[in-house]
């Protein structure tokens, strides 16, 4: 399906190969199966936000996207023997002469970080504007002149942004992908030599839960900027592993779960908090030293001095949010 602009609209669930339906696992006894349900339900959710992301019009929409493809690496990687054939997505071939493309976890999840990837600088952007904006709705009239000069740099190099991630929706790559997570969806290929359980994924809270509790131990008094978005990223593995445990955890692990899925969300808003205003303090100050008139360079100024205290306010409240999130973990690993 193509839109009024000429650009590829987002496939139906049953294009890529899905069902009709969302896979209805509510009786299953199976982590695999469990799996298979959590891919069809994040590959849903990407494909419902796809057109919204491409319009650009709402960033909620790219919000909700970039979300699905962290679920979506996240269950990958939780179950790295899923495997699936079907016929190629590029290919257009007659079905008696296209062979089936083998699909594998880990080529999937590497599709999803180029993916991925793309919608760093959009989202960044789109996250930076609404700050800014939300920042200068009480400036006179000047300032806001001034500030709307500050910001037509980054608002075209949004542009920039959003043209590559759309040419990426419409190609081939990006179709193949969703034909290849569609396939490991529906249970295609032999999950008999690496069978799973409830505690294999519970088990896989191990590792991000080691690495965020190494980060934190290694945060010292005064930790770099560096140091607390790396400790985001940490979080944000512990949190969607969590997810993904979820469905096929044990009823004695399901509170444990939940707990620490909720002081994971927590200390990634913080650290959400504190990303932003370190990126946005640096692009500001960037833009008000390239201004050749003093208001814009003034306002600069005021918008740094805020950005600054979100910044030091995130900080204070950082370290009760991290205990929190070991001590919901460690009853689990």
């Known amino acids: 399906m193509t839109s009024a602009r000429g650009q590829r609209a987002a496939p139906t669930p049953t294009e890529v190969g899905l069902g009709e339906q969302p896979k209805d696992v509510s009786a299953s006894t199976t982590a695999t199966e469990q799996a298979r349900a959590r891919i069809d339900e994040q590959l849903r959710a990407l494909l419902r936000h796809q057109d ?17 493809i962290r679920r ?4 990958l990687k939780a179950v790295p023997s899923l495997t699936g054939e079907a016929r190629s997505a590029t290919d257009t071939r007659p079905p008696e002469q296209a062979p089936f493309a083998r699909y594998t976890a ?16 959009v989202r960044d ?9 939300a920042e200068t709705a009480g400036f006179d009239d000047d300032e806001l002149a001034a ?6 740099a980054l608002v075209k190099e949004r542009g920039t942004h959003r043209m590559a991630l759309g040419r990426a929706l419409s190609s081939a790559r990006y179709q193949a992908m969703l034909t290849g997570l569609a396939t490991l969806a529906n249970g295609d290929g032999d999950d008999a030599r690496d069978p799973l359980t409830g505690t ?7 590792k991000p839960y080691r690495a965020l509790r190494k980060a934190i131990d290694d945060l010292g008094d005064d930790p ?8 985001r990223i940490k979080g944000k593995r512990l949190r969607y592993t969590a997810e993904t445990a979820l469905p096929a955890a044990k009823p004695s692990d399901v509170k444990r779960l939940t707990k620490l899925i909720k002081a994971a969300k927590r200390l990634q808003d913080v650290l959400g908090v504190h990303q932003d205003a370190v990126v946005a303090a640096k692009r500001v100050r960037e833009l008000g030293a390239e201004q050749d008139e003093p208001l814009p360079a003034f306002v600069a100024g005021r918008l740094v001095e805020r950005e600054m205290a979100r910044k030091a306010q995130a900080r204070a409240d950082l370290s009760g949010r991290c205990q929190k999130v070991l001590k919901r973990a460690k009853p689990l690993v």
């Open 52 to 68: 919204g992301t491409r319009e650009g019009k709402d960033p909620e929409e790219l919000h909700q996207f970039r979300v699905a």
């Open 72 to 75: 979506l690496r996240s269950v």
């Open 106 to 121: 880990a080529d999937l999840r590497d599709e999803l970080r180029w993916l991925g990837d793309l919608t760093n600088p």
């Open 125 to 133: 952007l789109d996250v930076l504007l609404m700050r800014l904006r």
């Open 147 to 152: 500030a709307e000069r500050l910001m037509s």
């Open 200 to 206: 294999t994924f519970v088990s896989s809270l191990r």
């Open 224 to 231: 770099e900027d560096a140091q607390l978005h790396d400790l």
